[in-house]
């Protein structure tokens, strides 16, 4: 692969979590004004993948929740994400702040914005007001995804929440700085904002603006039972996310959300509870993976049984577990277009890896520079495929190993065959997979398959994702062999 193969756009560079990317979305926030209300968004490009999704913001953060996923979600749908009324630096307005009332303004929301059947993304207060939309308009939204909200009945509520809900009144709480309450709620993020997200989330509730935003989860004891009453009767497509170390929202409500919904699909990572931004990398794979077809097949087995039960029960997928691996074996365009197809994978990602350069591009990869190998990053349901599997069946058959930093017509380090094992299961297994190959007399040549020590991601450019899934026919040295 040579750089006259691709056509390359403007730079520029993002960080995600853990993850460096190049030539991702940046976050601009925008006002717009919606049944009178000034109302705060931010909007990325339509990728063209015909999906929309309306992401609408967590307590007490804001749009910037989404700032470590923007660049991975903006990938798969059309986004257009939300400060709700009352939260962010969106305005107030007090008829609005409950569960019931922010579900009929969600629906104002797609219509305003003109989005046809989006998936909507409603962590903390946002899912039970997304859960409220959904069976307000059935059919108006492709699917939901949520979690990290109460909705359990009678409530489950950790003891922060539980107070800031039953406290007999709101003056005390006008008469602090909102913005202690949010570095307080920020101390118990198990990953730091960015500097501009953590300055947003504080300017948000700053001054009595954190004690009037409680109004809404003040009306939990009012409005849950109601959403309760309601869940069986949601027939959307309906993913739950929540942190198995969860403080604030116990798990329990996650699971009184997965045992009412009729479809539905309970992901449990290990997190708190900001999920969205503690397991960014976990969390954006799940997300796109939901939205890549996941949804589908709850929606149609939910179909499916309740036809055949008279509508009557509720249908349930049991919890997803995610791996990830991360592999070398060539120019990445080929090793992702092979994998990306593989049973059991969720999300793949093109990028860099395993060099000794910070923030490399793809020039820097060439000619040895940078010590870095292009690598593809799989993330995958090991209750589908093992890592094992994907070794064995695919990674060992896509290229050939015995081409010391050479495939087919690339030559350098940056196309060695190699495994980064993420955890010390898959450096055994690698070991053991490595071993069984070179002596299967399947190559005359020597393998010269590298294990090397995870390092630092680094996400190759944009126009490289996803390669040749845009142009069909493009160069590639990878196939499957017998």
């Known amino acids: 692969m040579t750089q006259s193969d691709v056509t390359q756009p403007t730079s520029g560079q993002a960080s995600d979590g853990g993850t460096i990317g190049r030539n991702e979305p940046i976050i601009q926030p925008q006002f717009r004004t919606i049944d009178g209300l000034s109302i705060r968004y931010a909007e990325s490009e339509d990728p063209g993948r015909g999906a929309h999704a309306l992401l609408l913001s967590p307590w007490p953060e804001s749009l910037y929740a989404f700032e470590p996923t923007w660049a991975r979600l903006a990938e798969h749908a059309h986004l257009v994400a939300v400060d709700l009324p009352g939260f962010g630096h969106s305005e107030r307005r007090d008829a609005l702040m409950s569960p019931r009332a922010m579900g009929e303004f969600i629906v104002r929301l797609a219509d305003e914005f003109e989005l046809e059947q989006p ?8 899912t039970s007001a997304s859960l409220f939309a959904a069976a307000l308009q059935p059919g108006r939204f492709r699917s939901l995804v949520v979690g990290s ?3 359990a009945v009678p409530l489950q509520l950790g003891v922060v929440l539980k107070e800031l809900v039953e406290a007999p009144d709101l003056e005390p709480y006008r008469r602090t700085d909102g913005r202690q309450f949010v570095t307080r709620a920020m101390g118990r993020i198990e990953r730091v904002p960015s500097d501009i997200a953590r300055e947003d989330y504080l300017s948000s509730y700053e001054g009595t603006r954190f004690a009037e935003s409680m109004r809404y989860v003040r009306n939990f004891p009012t ?15 309906v993913l739950i996310i929540a942190g198995r170390r969860d403080p604030l929202v116990p798990l329990v409500n996650a699971e009184f959300l997965q045992e009412k919904l009729p479809a539905s699909k309970l992901a449990v990572l290990d997190a708190g509870h900001y999920t969205w931004e503690e397991a960014s990398d976990e969390y954006a794979a799940i997300v796109t993976g939901w939205w890549g077809g996941g949804y589908a097949v709850v929606g149609h087995l939910a179909g499916d049984l309740n036809e055949k039960n008279g509508a ?3 249908v349930t997928t049991d919890v997803q577990q995610t791996e990830v691996a991360v592999l070398a074996g060539g120019c990445f365009w080929g090793v992702e277009d092979i994998l990306r197809e593989v049973p059991g994978v969720i999300d793949t990602e093109a990028g860099y890896t395993g060099g000794w350069l910070e923030n490399p591009t793809y020039e820097d990869t060439h000619d040895s520079q940078s010590g870095h190998a292009e690598a593809v990053r799989v993330t995958f349901d090991p209750a589908v495929l093992s890592f094992e599997e ?3 069946r695919w990674f060992f058959r896509l290229h050939d190993p015995t081409t010391l930093n050479r495939q087919g017509n690339d030559i350098g380090t940056q196309y060695r065959s190699a495994i980064f094992p993420q955890t010390e299961e898959q450096q055994a297994i690698a070991e053991r997979v490595i071993a069984r190959v070179a002596a299967s007399g399947r190559w005359k040549r020597s393998v010269t398959t590298s294990i090397e020590p995870a390092a630092t991601w680094y996400s190759a450019e944009e126009y490289h994702q996803d390669y040749l899934r845009k142009h069909p026919g493009g160069y590639t040295c990878h196939y499957l062999r017998d």
């Open 312 to 314: 009557t029960h509720p």
């Open 390 to 392: 994907l070794l064995d």
């Open 149 to 151: 909200g109460g909705a």
């Open 223 to 237: 409005d849950l039972p109601v959403l309760g009453e309601r869940l069986p009767s949601i027939r959307t497509p």
């Open 119 to 126: 998936h909507v993304v409603g962590h903390d207060i946002a």
